[in-house]
């Protein structure tokens, strides 16, 4: 699956093209690499994003297309 889809999906960022954004601006480092939106995402990647000041560190637990809002967070945990 490709990064900006997964982050929307996970609802770690609101909006896709929002996504797209952040990673085309070098926000999104991609296991400790600047991240492409188009960039595949698999199981045990660790993805760091930058908000202004604050960054969050997750790790890919899992893939998955489609989520509920309920279950979108157990496809990654926290670092």
């Not at 909006?15 to 085309?24: F, L, P, S």
């Not at 998955?64 to 496809?75: F, I, M």
Request: net charge positive.
């Amino acid at each position: 699956m490709r990064l900006d889809k997964y982050l929307k999906v996970t609802r770690l960022i609101k909006r896709r093209t929002v996504a797209n954004e952040a990673c085309d601006a070098g926000r999104v480092l991609q296991n400790g690499k600047p991240a492409r939106a188009s960039s595949p995402v698999k199981a045990g990647d660790r993805l760091e994003i930058l908000f202004g000041t604050k960054s969050v560190q997750v790790e890919v637990l899992d893939v998955k297309e489609t989520v509920k809002k309920d279950e979108a967070q157990s496809l990654f945990r926290y670092i």
